[in-house]
C-alpha cells in the first residue's frame, strides 16, 4: 500500500488546520484594551489572558496559583514583603506602534504597579477615569515601596499585611505592561493609546477592533510558552443572545461562554458541540443609588428589595439554570459568606416601609437596563420586566431607561444612574467582591454603582484584607454581608451556573477560576 499520498495529504491539511481562525462569539464590545482599566467582563476577555501574562496565574481545574512571569516568589514571616523572582527571555509584542528593544523586565513590573498607586506617575495619565481595582482595593496606601534589586528581581513591601495580595496579582487589573511602550506613549503625548493599541507578552495581538464588530488577533510569534497552536482569534461581538446561539449552530462561532440558558437545550442538542461548566462565582445584582430620591431613603431601599420575585426571575430568565440568591454570592463559588432559605416577596411588610418613608400612594422610580445579556444575567431587559411588575404591586412607576453597555458603565461610575442591573463574576478572594461593590474608594471612582460608603464597611474591609486566618477573615465578611442586607445599597438576585460552549473540534478547553479557556492551549483536533 502507497502512503505517500496519503502523507502527501496530511502533510498539506496541517496548515490549513492551523490556519483556521477560531471565532468566538461574545455578548459586548470591550472598553478598551488595558485590563487594569476596568472592571467590565467584555474587556476582561478582550484583553486580559489573551494580550497579557500576570506573574502569576490562576491553574485550570481547581483553585491554584502557578508561576507565570514570576517565576518564584517568597513572602517574608510577617506578610509585609514580597520578593518576586522574574522570568528571563520573555518577549514584547511587536506592532505598528511599538519596537521593543529589550524583554520583560523589573522595570515593567515596576511600571505597572506605580501607574495605579501614583496619580503623579506617568503611566497614570493613560486612565483619566483611574484604576478601578486599585482605588476600591486603597492601593495607594497599601504598597509602602516597589524596589527593583536587579532587572529580574522585584520587592513588594506593604505599610499593612494583605492577604488577598496573590489573587490581586493573578487578576487580570495586574496583567504586566510594557514601561517602554508607556514611556514611548508618554513621549508622544498620547498615554490613552495603551488601551486601544495595546502590547503585552501574552500569547496573541490585537490586530484590528471594529466597534460593533469584531477584535481580531493573531498568534504572538515569540511567545515565551509553546507557541499558540491556532493562528489567529476573532472575537466577534453578538449582543443578541439568539444570534449568538444560531451562530454557534451554524458553526459561524466555535465558542462562547454566555448562551442563553433557554437556548441550551437545542443548542447542547447538537452533536458537533459540547460544554463545560464554568468555575467563576457569578451573581447578578440590582443596584439603587443612594444619592439620587427615592432610593436615598434605606426603608425604600429594603421594601424594593423585598418585594422582589427572585424564583421567578430564575424560572423565566434563567429558565431555571441558576439559584435564588439569598446573601451577596454563592458559598458554592467563594467563602466568607452564610445562605439562608430563600425568602418569598413580603409585600405586605414592604407597603408597610413604603408608608413609613412617606410613600403610601407609591412613588416613581428610574432603573437603567444594558440590552442583550450577559454571563452573569442572560437577559437584561426581561429581568427589568419582571421587576417593574413586582414594584407596580406596591403602586411603584419604574421607567425601563435602555443604554448601549459601555455608555451606560461609564455613566454608572460617574454616579448618574438612579439604579441599574448589573452583575459580578471572576473573583475568588471576597475581598474583590466586596472592594468593588461596596467600599468607600469604589463609591468614587470604581464599580460601587449604588455610592454607598460606610465606616462598618470600610472597617469589616480592612480587618478581613490584614487577617491571614480564614475563618478570622469569614467572620469579618459575615458582619459586612448583615451591614449589607439592613443597608440594602444593593440586592443580588441570582447565582448563575454558566456554561462554556464549544465545537468538538476544539481541544484545550479548560475553565480556569477567572476565565472560560486559556488561549495558548487551544488547538484543532
Wanted: glycine letters at 6%; hydrophobic letters at 40%; charged letters at 25%.
Amino acid at each position: 500500500m502507497n502512503l505517500l499520498p496519503r502523507l502527501l495529504l496530511l502533510a498539506l491539511a496541517l496548515p490549513t488546520l492551523a490556519a483556521k481562525p477560531l471565532v468566538i462569539c461574545a455578548d459586548a464590545d470591550p472598553d478598551g484594551f488595558d485590563p487594569a482599566q476596568s472592571a467590565n467582563d467584555a474587556s476582561h476577555k478582550a484583553s486580559a489572558f489573551k494580550l497579557y501574562n500576570n506573574l502569576i496565574e490562576y491553574e485550570p481545574g481547581p483553585f491554584a496559583f502557578k508561576p507565570a512571569l514570576a517565576e518564584r516568589w517568597t513572602i517574608s514571616p510577617d506578610g509585609l514583603v514580597y520578593t518576586l523572582h522574574l522570568r528571563r527571555n520573555v518577549a514584547w509584542h511587536q506592532t505598528e506602534a511599538f519596537r521593543p528593544t529589550r524583554t520583560f523586565n523589573a522595570d515593567d513590573v515596576l511600571w505597572t504597579l506605580q501607574r495605579q498607586i501614583d496619580p503623579g506617575h506617568p503611566g497614570a495619565k493613560a486612565a483619566p477615569a483611574g484604576f478601578p481595582y486599585a482605588n476600591a482595593g486603597d492601593w495607594k496606601n497599601l504598597f509602602k515601596a516597589i524596589d527593583k534589586l536587579d532587572a529580574h528581581t522585584v520587592r513588594i513591601t506593604l505599610s499593612k499585611p494583605y492577604a488577598p495580595l496573590l489573587e490581586r496579582l493573578a487578576h487580570p487589573a495586574l496583567a504586566v505592561v510594557s514601561a517602554e511602550y508607556g514611556q514611548q506613549l508618554d513621549k508622544a503625548g498620547m498615554p490613552t493609546l495603551i488601551s486601544s493599541q495595546p502590547v503585552g507578552t501574552g500569547p496573541y495581538l490585537l490586530r484590528k477592533f471594529d466597534k460593533g464588530g469584531a477584535a481580531r488577533y493573531e498568534a504572538h510569534p515569540r511567545y515565551w510558552r509553546q507557541q499558540p497552536a491556532i493562528d489567529r482569534l476573532i472575537l466577534l461581538t453578538v449582543p443578541d443572545p439568539a444570534v449568538r446561539a444560531q451562530k454557534l449552530l451554524a458553526g459561524e462561532c466555535q465558542l462562547a461562554d454566555n448562551i442563553k440558558p433557554q437556548d441550551l437545550p437545542r443548542v447542547l442538542a447538537s452533536p458537533r458541540l459540547a460544554s463545560k461548566p464554568l468555575r467563576v462565582q457569578s451573581s447578578a445584582q440590582l443596584f439603587f443609588n443612594v444619592s439620587k430620591p427615592p432610593f436615598s431613603d434605606k426603608r425604600v431601599r429594603q421594601a424594593l428589595a423585598m418585594a422582589i420575585d427572585r424564583e421567578a426571575i430564575v424560572k423565566s430568565v434563567f429558565d431555571g439554570r441558576a439559584e435564588v440568591a439569598t446573601a451577596p454570592y454563592s458559598p458554592r463559588s467563594l467563602w466568607g459568606v452564610t445562605a439562608g432559605k430563600p425568602a418569598k416577596p413580603d409585600l405586605i411588610r414592604a407597603r408597610k416601609l413604603l408608608a413609613d418613608a412617606g410613600h403610601a400612594q407609591g412613588l416613581e422610580a428610574e432603573l437603567w437596563v444594558r440590552p442583550g445579556g450577559s454571563g452573569t444575567n442572560p437577559n437584561f431587559r426581561l429581568t427589568a420586566e419582571l421587576i417593574q411588575a413586582d414594584w407596580a404591586k406596591l403602586g411603584v412607576r419604574l421607567k425601563l431607561n435602555q443604554i448601549e453597555w459601555v455608555e451606560l458603565i461609564k455613566r454608572a461610575r460617574a454616579g448618574e444612574a438612579p439604579a441599574l442591573l448589573s452583575g459580578w463574576s471572576g473573583a475568588l478572594d471576597p475581598d474583590g467582591f466586596y472592594s468593588n461593590q461596596a467600599s468607600c474608594d469604589a463609591a468614587k471612582n470604581g464599580y460601587n454603582f449604588a455610592q454607598w460608603c460606610h465606616t462598618k464597611a470600610e472597617a469589616a474591609l480592612d480587618a478581613a484584607r490584614v487577617n491571614p486566618s480564614q475563618p478570622e477573615r469569614s467572620r469579618h465578611y459575615l458582619d459586612l454581608q448583615k451591614l449589607l442586607a439592613d443597608e440594602m445599597p444593593f440586592t443580588t438576585l441570582s447565582w448563575g451556573m454558566p456554561l462554556v460552549v464549544y465545537d468538538r473540534r476544539l481541544d484545550g478547553v479548560e475553565p480556569t477560576v477567572n476565565d472560560s479557556f486559556k488561549p495558548e492551549r487551544l488547538r484543532w483536533r
